[in-house]
């Protein structure tokens, strides 16, 4: 099992800025792949940003150039930065980890861009 905890999440003005961690424990040596899913009402959850235990990253097109993921395996921690940040950007934001037989989720954390 993996737990995970997120935070970061808040209200930014347009163009702003905003980081999200999320810490990961529990069987953690198993993780394969960390990364952040958002999900606005009415809509699926979609991937935002992933990274390998290798380092290798994937980005979805509409925050490719703005949105950074990142990855502390000492910290068991996976950060996302989020720059030029735009209203369509609002929704909750999602932790996610595979190990290879199950997929594992967060609670969740709101990011609202507005003025």
């Known amino acids: 099992q993996v737990q995970l905890v997120e935070s970061g999440g808040g209200l930014v003005q347009p163009g702003g800025s905003l980081r999200l961690s999320c810490a990961a424990s529990?069987?953690?040596?198993?993780?394969?792949?960390m990364g952040w899913y958002r999900q606005v009402p009415g809509k699926e959850r979609e991937l935002v940003a992933d990274?390998?235990?290798?380092?290798?990253?994937n980005y979805a097109d509409s925050v490719k150039g703005r949105f950074t993921i990142s990855r502390d395996n000492v910290k068991n921690t996976v950060y996302l930065q989020m720059n030029s940040l735009k209203p369509e950007d609002t929704a909750v934001y999602y932790c996610?980890?595979?190990?290879?037989?199950?997929?594992?989720w967060g609670q969740g954390t709101q990011v609202t861009v507005s003025q």
């Open positions: 996610h980890a595979y190990d290879y037989s199950s997929n594992y």
């Open positions: 529990g069987s953690i040596f198993r993780i394969a792949v």
């Open positions: 990274i390998t235990t290798g380092g290798s990253t």
